[in-house]
Structure formats: structure tokens, C-alpha cells
């Protein structure tokens, strides 16, 4: 059974940097056609895509965050991280990490974390 779990900060400060990291158990973040992805729910708002690293290591943002988000993965922990910049109280969510899987032509969301809640304040 594929499993994942999110973990980082609850609470970070205006400006600072939030890195999140999401553990995957079940699956390697290697295998094939699978794109390992963040995606947040801000309060009273919808899902909001993030990015992806795919099985291959390539990354992928939404343009309007790409500015500030990396991906980066640590293969030999079946890991995968979500580095956000200079954040502010609009980067206030729920973050979650969810795996992606190439179903052609459709791209299917087939397992998620339980999420984890972000707070920007000082």
C-alpha cells in the first residue's frame, strides 16, 4: 500500500524559507511515469498546484510560484522536499504531497498525504 506523509514546520515567519518534506512508503519515487507533487488549500480557498519531480528527477512549477519553489528529492530516503522563499501570510495553507501517475492520456492523483497545516506569521 502506497503511503505518504507529509512533515516540516507549522509555523514559520514572514520572509523566512519553508521546506516541507514528504516520505513515501509503498512506492519508489523512481518508478516510471509517476510525478511526485505539492499542492495547498489556503483557508476558505481551493487546491492549488505547486509543482512536481518526476521519476526522473526533472521538476516542474506553476508559473506563478515558480520564482520561489524548488523540488528536490533524496532517492536513497524515498523522499521528496518542497522549498518555498521569502513567504508571506498568503502562503498560508494546508500543504499536501500526492503522487501522480500517467494513466494515457490522463494524469490520475491516486494517493495524497493527510496534509499539513502552514502557518505565516510573525
Known amino acids: 500500500q502506497v503511503q505518504l506523509q507529509e512533515s516540516g514546520p507549522g509555523l514559520v515567519k514572514p520572509s523566512q524559507a519553508l521546506s516541507l518534506t514528504c516520505t513515501v512508503s509503498?512506492?519508489?519515487?523512481?518508478?516510471?511515469?509517476?510525478?511526485w507533487s505539492w499542492i495547498r488549500q489556503p483557508p476558505g480557498k481551493g487546491l492549488e498546484w505547486i509543482g512536481y519531480i518526476d521519476y526522473s528527477g526533472d521538476t516542474y512549477y506553476s508559473p506563478s510560484l515558480k520564482i520561489r519553489t524548488s523540488i528536490s528529492r533524496d532517492t536513497s530516503k524515498n523522499q521528496f522536499t518542497l522549498h518555498l522563499t521569502s513567504v508571506t501570510p498568503e502562503d498560508t495553507a494546508e500543504y499536501y504531497c500526492?503522487?501522480?501517475?500517467?494513466?494515457?492520456?490522463?494524469?490520475?492523483?491516486?494517493?495524497w498525504g493527510q496534509g499539513t497545516q502552514v502557518t505565516v506569521s510573525s
Open positions: 509503498g512506492a519508489s519515487i523512481e518508478t516510471n511515469y509517476h510525478y
Open positions: 500526492a503522487r501522480v501517475r500517467l494513466d494515457s492520456p490522463n494524469f490520475v492523483y491516486d494517493y
